[in-house]
């Protein structure tokens, strides 16, 4: 009953096997292998245009290296105030990019608002020499919250944000997990809607550790090698990380897993609603919210179940988190069960 997060789960059999049938011979290192190549290519084939990919083993590295290469030093960058990568990367934003300025915007379900990016903006103090220059607006898909945004809001964000010269990036660590609900392309929810760059993860859907930084125009990668080579994140056994990337997209593989995932997260709401566990958000992607008494929590604990015990301050006006209870995350996976849900209901009084 491990609900603590997707990436708790092994990897997916056919993203080991492609690793097993890389592990033979030899390969030119540092990308310029033929399995690097082939995910290039295919990344142009998926997006429906040239675009520009670098793989980092990481989510935060992924993060860290587009965010330093779109802002400059002395920008700022918009997000969700509980967006990972103001909460969860440990200032790696703000290290890469050299003293960037994290900014924190409201939004319930941990999405940015198109009122609090308008009323951000429209700030007097922006600009040199005493004050951080708007850069960057990133937003999480799926977010936090397991919410999605729709193609029109990322497509309203994007426009208020380039009106202003603000490149728009999106943390796409459960970026299939969206895709998959939203029955749109990976275009449509991405550069069709006015996004710049995506952080392409892989690692949460089902790899063993592979993620990558796409650029919707490749003028904007412009020095992103060096980027990527001078913060440690250029994996020399490159081809390693493509054959994961080659795996999880051949065949769609990656929105079978997302499916699967997505669907368990499905029952477990409706199982959890059924006992009057309701979540306190909409369940859109891969993660389940609910608020559970203490004594509920212990029993769980105590029959062997994993998951979060979480905060956050864009609840609905309607929930509340009393004394005595908690707010919990429950992640489903590519491997999550039917019979993992069910005995986790029955340990939580169902």
Same mark, same amino acid.
């Given at each position: 009953?491990?609900?603590?997060?997707?990436?708790?789960?092994?990897?997916?059999?056919?993203?080991?096997?492609?690793?097993?049938?890389?592990?033979?011979?030899?390969?030119?290192?540092?990308?310029?292998?033929?399995?690097?190549?082939?995910?290039?290519?295919?990344?142009?084939?998926?997006?429906?245009?040239?675009?520009?990919?670098?793989?980092?083993?990481?989510?935060?590295?992924?993060?860290?290296?587009?965010?330093?290469?779109?802002?400059?030093?002395?920008?700022?960058?918009?997000?969700?105030?509980?967006?990972?990568?103001?909460?969860?990367?440990?200032?790696?934003?703000?290290?890469?990019?050299?003293?960037?300025?994290?900014?924190?915007?409201?939004?319930?379900?941990?999405?940015?608002?198109?009122?609090?990016?308008?009323?951000?903006?429209?700030?007097?103090?922006?600009?040199?020499?005493?004050?951080?220059?708007?850069?960057?607006?990133?937003?999480?898909?799926?977010?936090?919250?397991?919410?999605?945004?729709?193609?029109?809001?990322?497509?309203?964000?994007?426009?208020? %944000?380039?009106?202003?010269?603000? /490149? =728009?990036?999106? *943390?796409?660590? !459960?970026? $299939?997990?969206?895709?998959? @609900?939203?029955?749109?392309?990976?275009?449509?929810?991405?550069?069709?809607?006015?996004?710049?760059?995506?952080?392409?993860?892989?690692?949460?859907?089902? %790899?063993?550790?592979?993620?990558? /930084? =796409?650029?919707? *125009?490749?003028? !904007?990668? $412009?020095?992103?090698?060096? @980027?990527?080579?001078?913060?440690?994140?250029?994996?020399?056994?490159?081809?390693?990380?493509?054959?994961?990337?080659?795996?999880?997209?051949?065949n769609n593989l990656w929105l079978t897993l997302a499916r699967?995932?997505?669907?368990?997260?499905?029952?477990?709401?409706?199982?959890?609603?059924?006992?009057?566990?309701?979540?306190?958000?909409?369940?859109?992607?891969?993660?389940?919210?609910?608020?559970?008494?203490?004594?509920?929590?212990?029993?769980?604990?105590?029959?062997?179940?994993?998951?979060?015990?979480?905060?956050?301050?864009?609840?609905?006006?309607?929930?509340?988190?009393?004394?005595?209870?908690?707010?919990?995350?429950?992640?489903?996976?590519?491997?999550?069960?039917?019979?993992?849900?069910?005995?986790?209901?029955?340990?939580?009084?169902?």
């Amino acid at each position: 009953m491990n609900f603590a997060s997707d990436n708790a789960a092994g990897v997916a059999p056919p993203i080991l096997e492609a690793l097993q049938r890389a592990n033979t011979g030899f390969a030119i290192g540092y990308g310029n292998d033929d399995a690097t190549h082939r995910v290039e290519k295919k990344f142009s084939e998926l997006f429906e245009r040239e675009v520009s990919v670098f793989l980092v083993p990481t989510g935060t590295g992924a993060n860290a290296l587009a965010l330093a290469q779109a802002s400059p030093p002395w920008g700022a960058v918009f997000c969700h105030s509980e967006a990972h990568i103001a909460r969860d990367e440990c200032g790696a934003p703000e290290f890469f990019g050299a003293g960037l300025k994290l900014v924190g915007l409201s939004g319930e379900g941990c999405k940015v608002s198109i009122d609090a990016l308008e009323q951000a903006l429209d700030r007097v103090a922006w600009g040199g020499p005493h004050h951080v220059t708007p850069a960057v607006l990133s937003l999480t898909q799926a977010t936090e919250a397991g919410t999605i945004y729709q193609r029109e809001e990322i497509a309203e964000l994007s426009a208020c %944000a380039r009106s202003r010269g603000v /490149v =728009v990036h999106m *943390d796409g660590a !459960r970026f $299939a997990n969206a895709v998959q @609900r939203l029955g749109i392309s990976a275009a449509e929810a991405t550069w069709k809607a006015g996004v710049d760059v995506l952080s392409f993860g892989a690692t949460k859907g089902g %790899a063993m550790a592979a993620e990558a /930084v =796409v650029y919707f *125009d490749p003028k !904007r990668a $412009a020095g992103m090698s060096e @980027r990527r080579k001078r913060g440690g994140h250029l994996v020399s056994k490159h081809r390693f990380l493509a054959v994961q990337i080659e795996a999880f997209l051949a065949n769609n593989l990656w929105l079978t897993l997302a499916r699967h995932a997505n669907r368990m997260a499905d029952r477990l709401a409706e199982r959890l609603s059924s006992i009057g566990l309701r979540p306190v958000w909409p369940v859109e992607a891969n993660l389940v919210f609910v608020v559970i008494p203490q004594a509920v929590h212990e029993k769980l604990q105590a029959g062997g179940a994993r998951y979060y015990v979480m905060q956050s301050q864009s609840l609905p006006n309607t929930v509340h988190v009393a004394a005595g209870s908690m707010l919990v995350r429950l992640v489903t996976s590519f491997s999550t069960t039917e019979t993992d849900i069910d005995r986790f209901v029955v340990n939580a009084g169902g």
